[in-house]
Nanobody, 124 residues
Framework: QVQLVESGGGLVQAGGSLRLSCAGPGRTFSNHILGWFRQAPGKEREFVATISWSGASTLYAEAVKGRFTISRDNAKNTVFLQMDGLKPQHKAVYYC?????????????????WGQGTQVTVSS
């Protein structure tokens, strides 16, 4: 498994925004889908968003639709998660992941390349 590197997490006030980034080697991004997942203390890992290799197709969890936006810059081998209107319930460790399935997937088992995670904390 190739290790990806997330960054951009931190502490933000409710209603604020954060932009997470995830970078890796070119061989990890070329023809790969990218996904974002999150895990809060005492809860299972949950799907957040995913994007096709070309960036033409995206899929979001219902809980974040309209607030979060996933995008990628293949020239920089980087995927982003723009998070707006953050709430305390969004607090979690956010992970990026990559793989080469036939299409988009919201199942963690589909992804075999993972980052170490970045902490997002929202205060009220």
């Amino acid at each position: 498994q190739v290790q990806l590197v997330e960054s951009g997490g931190g502490l933000v006030q409710a209603g604020g925004s954060l932009r997470l980034s995830c970078a890796g080697p070119g061989r990890t991004f070329s023809n790969h889908i990218l996904g974002w997942f999150r895990q809060a203390p005492g809860k299972e890992r949950e799907f957040v968003a995913t994007i096709s290799w070309s960036g033409a197709s995206t899929l979001y969890a219902e809980a974040v639709k309209g607030r979060f936006t996933i995008s990628r810059d293949n020239a920089k081998n980087t995927v982003f998660l723009q998070m707006d209107g953050l709430k305390p319930q969004h607090k979690a460790v956010y992970y990026c992941a990559a793989d080469r399935p036939p299409g988009l997937s919201l199942r963690p088992q589909t992804y075999h390349y993972w980052g170490q995670g970045t902490q997002v904390t929202v205060s009220s």
